[in-house]
């Protein structure tokens, strides 16, 4: 969060006014939320809020998890850990009642799970684990990262160890797909195509005789034989196994949809991330969900009022360039203001929070304390 270049006047002293109004509302948001999804665009400190709205709930006396979609390790570094984060959960050593942990999503190493989870014995799962075809599709079929992403949210929700799962997804117009993608699977395991796949179990055919149909003979030829044995043998394993898949989808998306779950999207005084901020709102709507809460990062803050006895006609060029400083600033946060007045109506009556930008990025927990105070008020005494 880079501050813009000081003005050639020496630069004025002012005072940033209190957050305090929307302190509290921010909390009473996030207050009973077992489940929070952070999402805008990228570059907007979406990240760092979310680890500092985890460092907040943990001072609250809550257990927290914090699990990134994002490959690009920025949780990683908002929270100063050299070493990186895997896909199981490790704890932060902070100052609070509570917990705070931080994982960042694998998505081969999820699906394993999940196969283990649902088949009916350890041979089964591990057929399917060493299968060809189902090693492709576990880390590169269109939409497996985003339903393993809602798939280890509910894992987590699940877990008693953790009582609020806070979701940091990656910085693209897709960042909500994992929303629909429990629907998508649901609707993959009714479609005829599936059934088509599951026919030589149900029938006791085999491969080489299912390789003889009209149909699959067809795809044989376009994608290769070897590549369709591979998935015919897949879906045989798989049989038995789609009522767990189906009926885990459909609690993912009760999780997704209910009362527990809280949205806080985060932009930036930018016209492109407004724009993303919008369209994310929509889709919100659209799934008729609504935003919890808006943070606008590295705005430009809002000074008091100087002693208006000093008068700006003064002689004294150093007096002059404060005023004219001061006036700069309070027209360009006016105009942020103004150019954030449509999201912010797209989101109402969510609360919006207004982080000024500070002197550098966030590398560190004492970093995130600094915005976390920027959000929610002076500290509270913890324990």
Wanted: glycine fraction near 8%.
């Amino acid at each position: 969060m880079a501050r813009r270049p000081p003005a050639s006047a020496p630069e004025p002293v002012l005072v940033v006014e209190p957050v305090a109004t929307t302190a509290a509302e921010l909390s009473a948001a996030l207050g009973a939320a077992e489940v929070v999804v952070c999402c805008g665009s990228g570059g907007v400190g979406k990240t760092t809020t979310a680890a500092v709205l985890g460092l907040q709930l943990a001072r609250d006396g809550r257990r927290v998890v914090v699990v990134t979609i994002d490959p690009a390790k920025r949780l990683a570094d908002a929270l100063g850990l050299a070493g990186g984060l895997t896909n199981d959960p490790s704890r932060l050593d902070v100052d609070a009642p509570g917990e705070l942990w931080a994982m960042m999503l694998d998505t081969a190493a999820t699906f394993d799970g999940l196969v283990r989870a649902n088949a009916p014995s350890p041979e089964q799962a591990e057929r399917i684990l060493a299968n060809r075809f189902y090693r492709n599709i576990a880390g590169a079929l269109s939409g497996t990262q985003e339903y393993m992403a809602a798939e280890r949210l509910h894992a987590l929700h699940d877990d008693p160890h953790f009582d609020v799962v806070i979701v940091d997804t990656p910085p693209t117009r897709n960042a909500l797909d994992f929303l629909e993608a429990p629907g998508t699977l649901a609707r993959f395991l009714d479609h005829p195509l599936f059934k088509l796949l599951m026919m030589p179990t149900r029938r006791g055919l085999k491969v080489l005789n299912v390789a003889a149909q009209p149909v699959l003979r067809t795809i044989g030829k376009v994608v290769g034989g070897d590549v369709l044995a591979d998935a015919i043998a897949f879906f045989q394993a798989f049989d038995g196994m789609e009522t767990g898949f189906r009926d885990r989808a459909d609690a993912v998306m009760a999780l997704l949809r209910s009362d527990a779950t809280r949205y806080v999207l985060v932009a930036a005084p930018k016209r492109d991330t407004i724009d993303e901020a919008r369209y994310f709102a929509a889709r919100l709507r659209e799934a008729t969900l609504g935003v919890s809460a808006l943070v606008v990062n590295r705005s430009t803050p809002s000074f008091g009022i100087p002693d208006q006895a000093v008068g700006r006609d003064t002689a004294d060029p150093v007096l002059s360039a404060l005023w004219a400083n001061h006036d700069e600033l309070a027209a360009i946060a006016a105009a942020e203001h103004d150019q954030l007045a449509p999201l912010v109506a797209d989101v109402a009556p969510a609360p919006v929070c207004w982080v000024p930008m500070l002197p550098g990025d966030v590398h560190d927990v004492a970093g995130l304390h600094e915005i976390r105070r920027l959000l929610f008020g002076p500290d509270r005494p913890t324990g």
